[in-house]
């Protein structure tokens, strides 16, 4: 099972995910970025990349598609927080982007 990020590693584990847009969400122990594609077809490709990743490792985004945007909030609910699935799945999001 997942565990919550500790306050020691935190920091180390979201810094690379900062520098790349990610961001914190107010209010909650959560990222979210926003993905934006050449039309939709690149942003369901994209969708669909992460979908066999999210199901291999049993870990689900929270996410929505407008035409060529991905917004996708990442956060672990069994944990109550960010956990290394998040940071895991938010830097194979970044490289299938």
């Known amino acids: ?17 900062m520098r ?23 942003a369901f490709a994209f969708m669909t990349g992460t979908a066999l990743w999210a199901e291999k490792w049993d870990h689900h985004p929270e996410w929505s598609n407008v035409y060529k945007t991905v917004e996708v909030t990442l956060t672990t609910h069994d944990v109550g927080g960010l956990s290394e699935l998040d940071i895991k799945l938010a830097s194979k999001m970044d490289n299938l982007a």
């Open 20 to 42: 790349a847009g990610w961001e914190m969400v107010e209010g909650r122990d959560a990222i979210k970025k926003t993905f934006v594609f050449g039309d939709f077809t690149e």
């Open 1 to 17: 099972m997942a565990q919550k990020l500790d306050d020691s590693t935190r920091d180390e584990h979201l810094a690379p995910l």
